[in-house]
């Protein structure tokens, strides 16, 4: 894990990689949300990673599995009827790479990145006029297309915030190489 951050547009069996991009409260879950439940109603398995500038922690203190990873387990999974999960302890490892995280889910249509802004894959970026930091667009290139509630002047394709069908059109069409 760690090292230097490959471009990550096909990895392994993952051979579809976007990413929606932004600054904190500018509309990235809504927009990622939306992009997966269009992807997925038109018959496409979709994937998901998010990155957490916080500490992530599903577990509940108290509960077995919690005691488990508190005892030193370096992975736990937790399964039930309906999902389960896989919580990995890092200890004093890294924090793994887009590409490490990417190499670990199971084969899919489509994955769709939410956050990552630093990494090299294929981008959206969501920007509203409320943000008041600059676009990520100007100096990203690796940001194909933007999703704005206002003007830009990006020079590429944009979308409407709420036009999850006409990005899912654009990333099927041939819109991510």
């Known amino acids: 894990m760690g090292g230097a951050e490959p471009d990550v547009n096909v990895i392994g069996p993952h051979v579809n990689v976007i990413g ?9 879950t809504t927009l990622a949300s939306k992009l997966i439940s269009e992807l997925c109603r038109r018959g496409l398995t979709v994937n998901s990673i998010k990155h957490a500038h916080h500490g992530v922690d599903v577990d509940k203190p108290g ?3 919690y005691r488990h990873r508190e005892a030193g387990a370096r992975e736990v999974i937790l399964a039930g009827g309906q999902r389960f999960a896989i919580m990995h302890e890092l200890r004093d490892e890294p924090e793994p790479t887009l590409e490490d995280l990417l190499a670990r889910l199971s084969p899919c249509d489509w994955v769709v990145v939410e956050g990552f802004k630093s990494h090299r894959h ?3 970026e969501v920007h509203r006029q409320v943000c008041e930091q600059a676009p990520l667009y100007h100096k990203d290139p690796s940001i194909i297309a933007v999703a704005a509630d206002h003007d830009t002047d990006f020079s590429g394709p944009k979308f409407d915030l709420n036009d999850a069908a006409g990005i899912a059109d654009f990333i099927l069409g041939g819109g991510v190489r």
């Open 20 to 28: 929606i991009v932004g600054w904190k409260n500018c509309g990235k």
């Open 63 to 65: 509960a077995d599995s």
């Open 122 to 124: 294929p981008k959206i």
